[in-house]
């Protein structure tokens, strides 16, 4: 149920609709759904550790890895960064989106978010990335610099 209201793009709020309900009934009238709050809370924290842990499985086998790294602001004004590991012919991996309002987006905190990703989704050591690519404003410049000394095996490019 949680990941036909993910997927289909359906607000929570429908779980307590009671034509959603009556609809329910009509096809399985023992059947007692959640309630939004249980859906939004308990279901799709969930859903979202199964999806991490599948996320987790899909990256152990992958040798040739690229970071990706981006910040942008979004409509609500937040300073939001996300990474990406993706693989020639594999599908990309969300490692982490982070939100950054009210911390200064300085080379420094966004070398810590990387880290935390990467130690996340169990690829801490960094072994198997070998290269990061950022657009080019000052910080991403100096957040290569230093990701790069971190880990000197690594191929920088924006």
């Given at each position: 149920l949680t990941r036909f209201f993910v997927h289909a793009n359906l607000p929570f709020l429908a779980a307590d609709n009671l034509f959603f309900h009556s609809f329910l009934n009509a096809i399985r009238p023992s059947y007692v759904p959640p309630s939004r709050y249980v859906l939004s809370h308990n279901l799709l924290d969930t859903e979202a550790v199964r999806v991490q842990q599948e996320e987790i499985d899909r990256l152990k086998g992958r040798k040739n890895l690229t970071l990706l790294l981006d910040g942008w602001e979004d409509l609500l004004k937040r300073s939001l960064?996300?990474?990406?590991?993706?693989?020639?012919?594999?599908?990309?991996?969300?490692?982490?989106?982070?939100d950054m309002t009210g911390n200064r987006g300085n080379a420094d905190n966004l070398v810590s978010i990387t880290q935390k990703a990467m130690s996340k989704m169990e690829i801490g050591d960094g072994k198997n990335v070998i290269a990061i690519t950022t657009d080019n404003p000052t910080v991403m410049q100096a957040y290569r610099r230093k990701l790069q000394a971190l880990f000197p095996w690594i191929l920088v490019s924006s």
């Open positions: 960064y996300g990474s990406v590991a993706v693989e020639v012919n594999k599908h990309p991996i969300v490692l982490s989106l982070e």
